[in-house]
């Protein structure tokens, strides 16, 4: 896909329709996942916390090759001011990446998301 003339909120939109959204459980809450193209795995991670958008410039070419899974580890909400937290990102809170292990993160992506899967 080459949208040169469009909005960024448009080649986002694009690229979004592309993949499928999945969720597997972690600690309280759950790890929300975007899975692009098809192949063998390839897991994108960001530093700290954030969503899929740190990798949308990548999506399309990296999907025509591989099956892209791509958590968004977001930091859990202040329970007083309802804003992110990224104080709170790595003390196991719902969307925290320490609240369970990567493989077992993917293991559960797997038997959900399973078009590699046999």
Not at 16 to 26: I, K, Q, S, Y
Not at 54 to 77: G, K, Q, T
Not at 98 to 104: C, D, E, N, Q, V
Not at 105 to 117: C, F, G, K, N, T
Request: hydrophobic letters at 40%; charged letters at 20%.
């Amino acid at each position: 896909m080459n949208f040169p003339q469009q909005t960024p909120a448009k080649f986002i939109a694009e690229i979004e329709r592309t993949g499928t959204r999945h969720a597997t459980p972690a600690g309280q809450g759950e790890i929300v996942w975007r899975v692009f193209g098809r192949g063998e795995p390839l897991a994108l991670l960001h530093g700290g916390t954030g969503s899929w958008l740190h990798w949308v410039r990548n999506v399309e070419a990296l999907a025509a090759d591989f099956m892209l899974l791509v958590p968004e580890f977001r930091a859990p909400a202040n329970p007083q001011s309802g804003a992110a937290d990224h104080r709170r990102a790595d003390r196991g809170g719902p969307s925290s990446p320490g609240s369970t292990s990567l493989s077992a993160q993917i293991h559960a992506l797997r038997s959900r998301a399973s078009p590699w899967a046999d």
